[in-house]
């Protein structure tokens, strides 16, 4: 039985997904309960595993297992991300079937280190790809400049890319064009594309985050807490101007899909705004909520199922353009937090790796 909540957002063509995976809820019927209230996909990252290897013995049978087979630590954060992955991609499959591959994924990361290096990324998503052996996974690849090339070259192999940790309106249009270069690369080369897929996955509430910090110093508390939704709104405004152009609409004709607007990083970070802020303002058509387990169940509370995406956009230029003159530089505000967001995710992993080099 779908939640009615979730189910208007899905009606809305807007698809809840989970920011978070652990075997503990696979094992115990939790995730299977939130995908039949309708939850539709799940994604990952090394600080969701981090914290499931520490905070539980569920992995434990697992490490102590590859131990005593003479395996290295590597191999144990293989056999830990990609038995949960796989597990949670059969558990959606359903979904995914009664989508026709536009829905029901799970994502899983390249290795952090790699963000800036295209020819290892693409070797390792490569890698992940065939031990996963799922057609609903996605493979996290960081949208750096680095990453594009990377996230062409995988489209073209036909496999799916989650384009993450994009902030600014260049990032998000980069990582765009590289798939739609990736699939006509493919297509050019007589290749089916009609089960590739992809995500481009913005990240929201740390753009308000830092923008507000300026803000602050700047004594202009009218203009806080509308930048990241206005960024969004221009986000999806240069996407549905981008896949209605006749470049991508004549891969359309030929099975070609859309590449989905992702929205993360949307718990509220501010405890002065509104817990449901970032789902609730950012409701639309072709896009993905993606919602860390508090904010879900915010939203399943109180949270308002409404098409709010396409409206307002004349105000959220306006803000744009009024921080704009005061000094604001989004642009490099954004690269800062895709810097900072790769650096993080590093040190998640290396804490992830400690913990299970701990454990063994």
């Known amino acids: 039985m779908k939640s009615s909540k979730l189910s208007d957002l899905l009606q809305l063509g807007q698809s809840p997904w989970y920011d978070n995976i652990d075997r503990r809820l696979i094992e115990n019927g939790q ?7 309708g939850v539709t996909g799940v ?64 994502s899983l990361e390249v290795l952090p280190e790699l963000a800036y290096d295209a020819e290892k990324t693409v070797r390792d998503a490569k890698d992940i790809w065939e031990k996963v052996a799922r057609p609903n996974v996605m493979i996290k690849v960081p949208g750096t400049t680095e990453g594009y090339g990377a996230i062409e070259e995988l489209t073209k192999e036909g496999i799916n890319v989650n384009v993450t940790l994009l902030f600014s309106l260049d990032h998000y249009m980069r990582s765009a064009e590289a798939y739609i270069a990736g699939l006509a690369a493919r297509h050019n080369t007589g290749r089916d594309i009609a089960k590739v897929f992809s995500v481009a996955s913005v990240f929201v509430s740390r753009v308000d985050t830092m923008v507000d ?25 240069e996407y549905k101007t981008l896949f209605s152009d006749s470049s991508f609409t004549r891969l359309e004709e030929v099975g070609g899909k859309r590449q989905k607007v992702l929205w993360g990083s949307t718990s509220t970070k501010n405890p002065a705004y509104r817990d449901v ?6 409701i639309g058509a072709d896009t993905i ?15 308002d199922a409404a098409p709010t995406l396409e409206k307002d956009w004349e105000a959220a230029a306006a803000h744009l353009a009024a921080i704009e003159a005061i000094g604001v530089d989004l642009t490099e505000i954004c690269d800062e937090l895709q810097k900072k967001g790769v650096e993080d995710f590093a040190a998640s992993f290396n804490g992830l790796i400690e913990a299970i080099e701990e454990k063994r």
């Open 289 to 303: 909520n993606t919602m860390p387990h508090a904010t879900l169940e915010a939203f399943l509370d109180h949270g």
């Open 213 to 237: 910090k300026a803000l602050d110093q700047m004594e202009k508390p009218d203009l806080q807490g509308k930048t990241a939704v206005a960024n969004a709104k221009r986000i999806y405004r």
């Open 277 to 282: 802020k970032y789902v609730e303002e950012l």
């Open 43 to 106: 994604t990952s990252n090394p600080s969701i595993f981090e914290k499931a290897v520490k905070g539980s013995d569920v992995y434990d049978e697992l490490i102590r297992d590859h131990v005593e087979r003479g395996k290295a630590t590597l191999d144990i954060y293989d056999a830990i991300t990609i038995q949960d992955v796989q597990s949670a991609a059969d558990m959606l499959a359903p979904t995914y079937q009664d989508s026709q591959g536009r829905d029901g994924y799970v």
């Open 31 to 37: 995730l299977q309960t939130l995908f039949d209230f």
